[in-house]
């Protein structure tokens, strides 16, 4: 692998639009190829964003030996066969959120993953947020005791459109896989993976889920209540209570930029930490510099991380009547 990391998209859509500019803020690696299905969609992403070349198949970019990672922003159902193809090609991945459709899915990129011994991270952008690594930093350093609940809500209102992908579930849409990850996500990062997973809601005439809310239940007591909607909108806040106090993130929780910490008998204390650029590029270094080292995981994402979390959104899907398959016919 060269000194600089080099970077091929995989999908010139909305998400990859707002992540390709924030390669700026990010030593030693560039953004060179990009791939859509449509030759003329990846030329003009290319031309926009002063990319070298310029794929018309996800297949070329996967075969280009000019690109040493992939970024993967194509719809959640194409991820499976996609990270497969590419792992088997040697490629390094960051792979968009939700990770894939379905849990078996998720399960066979890690196994390849592993077995290959090629780098792979879901590109949750949250956990490498300034203000998240803060208060990932409170936490440890025992700010608010013991970490026993977690609230967070994450929805938008969104009209309903079957052919729109976020509610066409053969494009992997629905509230869970588009926001409910981001609740999930969070929570895991925290507590760990729980114990029960109690899931209600509604789906829409697609089949996609409309709105979730998620109970996760520990044998030990902790518990966390998220939840996600396309069908309301909701604040975006998220709230880590402890034994001797409690963290508020301010929205939206996902990308924040000011925590609160409220200790036991003390004034709360707001904090803020920007983002760098659109807030992408600080997963983009994580990468890169994992690359760098030889590393085949994040220590901050790691694959067991993705694999709890995607198996919680499984269960509740299962428990919505939502039924999420992988797209075969991508490569």
């Given at each position: 692998?060269?000194?600089?990391?080099?970077w091929?998209?995989?999908?010139?859509g909305?998400?990859a639009?707002s992540?390709?500019?924030?390669?700026?803020h990010?030593?030693g690696?560039?953004a060179?190829?990009v791939?859509?299905?449509?030759?003329e969609?990846?030329?003009?992403?290319a031309a926009?964003?002063?990319l070298?070349r310029a794929h018309?198949?996800?297949a070329s970019i996967?075969?280009?030996?000019?690109?040493d990672?992939?970024?993967l922003?194509?719809?959640?159902?194409?991820?499976?066969a996609?990270?497969i193809?590419?792992?088997r090609?040697?490629?390094a991945?960051?792979v968009?959120?939700?990770?894939?459709?379905?849990?078996?899915?998720?399960a066979e990129?890690?196994?390849?993953?592993?077995?290959?011994?090629?780098?792979?991270?879901e590109?949750?952008?949250?956990?490498?947020?300034?203000?998240v690594?803060?208060?990932?930093?409170?936490v440890?350093d025992?700010a608010?005791?013991?970490v026993?609940s977690?609230?967070?809500?994450?929805?938008v209102a969104?009209e309903y459109?079957?052919?729109d992908?976020?509610?066409?579930?053969e494009?992997?849409g629905?509230?869970?896989l588009?926001?409910?990850v981001y609740?999930?996500?969070?929570a895991q990062?925290l507590l760990?993976?729980?114990?029960?997973?109690?899931?209600t809601?509604s789906?829409f005439?697609?089949?996609a889920?409309?709105?979730?809310a998620?109970?996760?239940?520990y044998?030990d007591g902790?518990?966390a209540a998220?939840t996600t909607s396309?069908?309301?909108a909701?604040?975006?806040?998220?709230r880590?209570?402890?034994?001797t106090?409690?963290?508020?993130v301010q929205?939206?929780f996902h990308?924040?930029?000011?925590?609160v910490?409220?200790?036991?008998?003390a004034?709360p204390?707001?904090?803020?930490?920007p983002q760098?650029?659109?807030?992408y590029?600080?997963?983009?270094v994580?990468?890169?510099?994992?690359l760098?080292a030889?590393r085949?995981?994040?220590?901050?994402?790691?694959?067991a991380d993705?694999?709890?979390v995607?198996?919680?959104?499984?269960?509740a899907?299962d428990?919505?009547?939502?039924r999420?398959?992988e797209?075969?016919d991508?490569?």
């Open positions: 692998m060269s000194n600089e990391i080099r091929g998209i995989v999908g010139p909305r998400i639009e992540v390709v500019p924030d390669f700026a990010v030593p690696a560039r060179v190829a791939a859509s299905r449509s030759q969609r990846a030329d003009a992403f926009r964003h002063g070298e018309g198949s996800y996967i075969d280009d030996p000019e690109v990672v992939l970024y922003a194509t719809p959640h159902p194409q991820h499976h996609l990270a193809a590419a792992l090609a040697g490629k991945l960051l968009e959120k939700a990770f894939t459709a379905t849990t078996a899915g998720a990129v890690v196994d390849l993953a592993r077995e290959s011994g090629t780098f792979v991270m590109a949750m952008w949250t956990r490498f947020q300034p203000a690594v803060t208060l990932r930093d409170l440890a025992g608010i005791g013991e026993r977690v609230q967070a809500d994450l929805g969104r459109d079957p052919v992908r976020l509610f066409a579930l494009l992997g629905g509230a869970l588009d926001l409910g609740v999930v996500s969070f990062m760990g993976t729980p114990d029960r997973v109690v899931a809601g789906v005439p697609s089949g889920d409309a709105e979730a998620i109970l996760l239940g044998d902790r518990n998220l396309l069908r309301y909701l604040p975006g806040t998220a880590v209570v402890g034994t106090g409690w963290i508020d929205p939206r990308h924040p930029q000011t925590i910490l409220h200790r036991n008998g004034e204390e707001e904090i803020t930490r760098t650029g659109a807030g590029a600080h997963e983009l994580e990468v890169t510099e994992c760098r030889g085949t995981e994040s220590a901050v994402m790691p694959l993705t694999l709890a995607q198996d919680v959104l499984g269960q899907a428990q919505l009547g939502v999420h398959t797209a075969t991508v490569v």
